[in-house]
């Protein structure tokens, strides 16, 4: 069962540059640290070996998940959308009522989500929140006593 993924330009070139630093800079770094393992001896009692085939088969696990995601990967089309209300990709400005605090945040997909940068999902609480709300609205977030006063 595949799940479509959605993704902004800038996101899906970083999955892409991940996925290429995995496939040729991780992969022969850990080539050569089989080979090396290998030319020690035995390889029954050689734990360098067992670590670097471990290392080696958690490497193509996770090659193979980035590759499903990058051949589920849709990209998100700005022109199309209506900005009028909160959606993929808007800024949205939340309000604290109670302190008078601002907060600037950009809705994104769930796989794009960094907090630290102004990110956040749609998928996320706060997200599903804001989502379809104009300038103005009022989200019904009542699941944290201190989120229930921000305003758009």
């Known amino acids: 069962m595949s799940n479509i993924s959605y993704f902004t330009e800038e996101g899906l070139k970083r999955l892409k540059d991940e996925l290429h630093q995995l496939k040729v800079h991780e ?9 090396e393992a290998r030319d020690k001896g ?21 090659i193979s998940k980035l590759e499903e995601v990058l051949g589920n990967a849709r990209l998100i089309d700005e022109s199309t959308l209506d900005m ?14 109670a302190n008078g605090s601002t907060m600037q945040y950009t809705l994104v ?9 102004g990110k956040i999902s749609v998928d996320s609480p706060i997200g599903k929140g804001l989502l379809g709300k104009k300038v103005g609205d009022v989200p019904i977030l009542l699941f944290h006593p201190v989120l229930s006063n921000l305003k758009l």
């Open 42 to 62: 035995d390889l029954s009692e050689n734990a360098e070996y067992d670590a670097a085939k471990e290392a080696q088969g958690l490497l193509e696990l996770k």
């Open 109 to 117: 997909a769930e796989n794009e989500a960094d907090l630290k940068s």
């Open 84 to 97: 009028s209300k909160a959606l993929i990709l808007s800024k949205v400005k939340i309000k604290n009522i």
């Open 27 to 35: 992969r022969s770094s850990i080539s050569k640290q089989i080979a």
